[in-house]
């Protein structure tokens, strides 16, 4: 399966949608953009309108809020990149796609790479930012954020791409997605930590798969927040987010596949 | 059943030997001509100097070669179709679909494109199936099957289709065509068929009644025709209206 036709295949759908992305440049902005709005605004009134009970002396909530806009970030370019498929659908790439020799694994593999390495690119982008909140930059700070960033892609972007493939329209589409990927940000711990919330949200935001997102991007930050947070540990999270991956992938792939 | 001589479920094979040109535009317009030819062909499996020649190859000869660099939204549609073509035959398939390629295209490129499958017909061996209302389109082709409400109504050469009709059709337009149908059907003995405005009979000898059927209510009538048997007349008699489903045509 993994031979030479198959990376082509594969390299030929990335391309697609890397060169595509940076033809749009409105999709660069309004992924880039609007999470960064948030992180400085309420980043900025938060901080300086009360005193976060859960944010430890010498800790800005700007800093407090930086992983949580990465995470952000993430799950924008995500829905964003799932979006080209209901757009594929509609222009009839999709079907070009159908009836050339490229396996169903193929097409998911290239979409969902495809959409990954755009998003962690762009995380990493706003990641230069680091100085700004008393952040070094550092090998391992790019190493592992990178990795955490590229599951944690994977992994949500396998889940946008499972209701893009079922929804008919981008409307819908994006009416859907708000509606999970909103409470879903909003519980991973980005806004207030996990040990600053009562019993049952706890439970909540621990069957959270952002929470593991947001938490890996934590530990490159600075291994000892998640401790502070009352978050998962980083080897949980990067299970949690890998698995996630490969079950999405895997489930993609079965949606895909024609029925006969 | 066997397509290209694989078993239908070896979906791969028989996949990489067709090409498919969808009547929905399939092009990738934010990018440009040459660059979806160039997905096209790493997805079939062509990469580098291969790829580049062959894409070369079939720009030039759909003749849009010149604007290979152009995007594809910056295209007209009849451009557009072009190119499309030239994606589907970027991988030399030995079966081309085409979904009514020349649906909405000018009279002159239409012309042009039937001339080139025809040229692909004989240089390339290739076999190409496809769907068209333009009855005329079909003449060209070695095998047509009429398809109407999904059902298949005919398949055969167009000769023969057409061979099967008697020599001459006679072709009667006018205003009141219902009620001459009668009169004209009682005092000359010829079997009308009435579709829409106008009559039509088949005959060995229609042309002989013309200057009595004129004489007799030519005030009444708008036109008189009389023609060898087409495509289209085969299919009024087929299905006793003008056409206007489908009908797939095999080259």
């Known amino acids: 399966m993994f031979n030479s036709v198959y990376l082509l295949s594969i390299w030929a759908l990335v391309y697609r949608e890397v060169v595509r992305f940076f033809r749009q440049m409105s999709r660069v902005i309004g992924a880039l953009g609007t999470p960064l709005l948030f992180w400085f605004l309420i980043g900025s009134g938060v901080g300086t309108s009360f005193q976060s009970p859960f944010v430890p002396e010498g800790m800005s909530y700007l800093e407090f809020l930086f992983p949580g806009t990465l995470a952000l970030i993430l799950l924008m370019t995500a829905m964003f990149s799932s979006i080209s498929i209901i757009q594929d659908r509609q222009e009839g790439f999709l079907q070009s796609i159908l009836v050339a020799p490229v396996a169903s694994a193929t097409l998911v593999g290239g979409k969902l790479l495809g959409g990954s390495l755009l998003s962690v690119f762009q995380a990493l982008l706003l990641l230069l930012l680091v100085p700004f909140i008393g952040i070094p930059y550092s090998f391992s700070l790019w190493l592992y954020s990178a990795f955490g960033l590229f599951l944690f892609s994977v992994a949500m972007s396998s889940i946008s791409f499972f209701f893009a493939w079922k929804i008919p329209s981008v409307q819908g589409f994006h009416a859907v997605m708000n509606l999970l990927f909103l409470p879903l940000w909003v519980l991973s711990g980005a806004l207030f930590p996990a040990s600053a919330a009562p019993g049952w949200l706890k439970v909540c935001m621990y069957l959270n798969p952002v929470t593991y997102g947001v938490a890996s991007i934590r530990y490159a930050l600075n291994p000892a927040q998640l401790e502070t947070f009352g978050s998962p540990s980083i080897s949980l999270s990067w299970l949690v987010l890998g698995g996630l991956a490969v079950l999405g992938y895997l489930v993609d792939v079965w949606i895909v596949k024609p029925r006969r | ?251």
């Open chain 2, 1 to 251: 059943m066997k397509i290209l001589g694989f078993p239908i479920s070896q979906v791969a094979e028989i996949r990489k030997r067709i090409g498919v040109v969808f009547q929905s535009p399939a092009l990738d317009k934010k990018l440009g001509v040459a660059e979806n030819l160039k997905i096209q062909g790493w997805l079939y499996g062509l990469s580098g100097k291969v790829l580049e020649d062959r894409i070369a190859s079939v720009l030039e000869h759909l003749g849009v070669r010149d604007r290979s660099r152009d995007k594809v939204e910056s295209l007209s549609g009849g451009l557009q179709r072009r190119v499309e073509i030239a994606k589907a035959l970027l991988h030399k398939p030995r079966l081309l679909i085409l979904d009514e390629p020349t649906t909405g295209l000018d009279a002159h490129i239409r012309r042009d494109l039937l001339s080139y499958f025809q040229k692909l017909r004989s240089a390339e061996g290739m076999t190409i199936l496809f769907t068209t209302h333009y009855l005329e389109e079909a003449e060209i082709c070695d095998r047509v099957a009429l398809l109407e409400g999904g059902k298949l109504v005919a398949y055969d050469t167009p000769r023969n289709l057409t061979a099967s009709m008697q020599q001459e059709i006679l072709t009667i337009t006018a205003a009141g065509a219902a009620g001459l149908q009668q009169e004209i059907q009682k005092e000359s003995g010829l079997e009308l068929q009435l579709v829409g405005e106008e009559l039509r009979a088949e005959g060995h000898e229609a042309h002989k009644r013309v200057a009595w059927i004129m004489e007799r209510w030519g005030e009444r009538i708008d036109s008189l025709r009389v023609g060898k048997p087409t495509l289209e007349d085969f299919f009024i008699k087929q299905t006793g209206q003008r056409y206007e489903g489908r009908e797939e045509s095999n080259v």
